[in-house]
Nanobody, 120 residues
Framework: QVQLVESGGGLVQAGGSLRLSCAAS????????MCWYRQTPGKPRDLVAT???????NYADSVKGRFTISRDNAKNTVHLQMNSLEPEDTAVYYC??????????????WGKGTLVTVSA
């Protein structure tokens, strides 16, 4: 079993910064892609950023130049550094990690989400 725990969300003023973290634990052999999604009420969950096992990154157009995704393989952790935050960034942010387990199965695991609120 694999569990993900997110942290770092909170309330920040427009123009400020937050750093989200997501640590995975359990029966992990290797983690392929690590991703951050976000969701607001009544809307689909949108992909924000992805980082592959070789460090290749992709970002949603709305966050390019402001957000940076990174990973620490030794700690099974992915981070999302969010700068120049805007009210439109307000959402619940979810972490997803594609895990190769010790049983040699590839599965997606999700965190429970952390709320980011950006005031005008």
């Amino acid at each position: 079993q694999v569990q993900l725990v997110e942290s770092g969300g909170g309330l920040v003023q427009a123009g400020g910064s937050l750093r989200l973290s997501c640590a995975a634990s359990g029966s992990i052999f290797w983690i392929n892609a690590m991703c951050w999604y976000r969701q607001t009420p009544g809307k689909p969950r949108d992909l924000v950023a992805t980082i592959t096992s070789i460090g290749r990154t992709n970002y949603a157009d709305s966050v390019k130049g402001r957000f940076t995704i990174s990973r620490d393989n030794a700690k099974n952790t992915v981070h999302l550094q969010m700068n120049s935050l805007e009210p439109e960034d307000t959402a619940v942010y979810y972490c997803k990690q594609e895990v190769l387990t010790r049983d040699q199965e590839v599965r997606d695991y999700w965190g429970k989400g952390t709320l980011v609120t950006v005031s005008a």
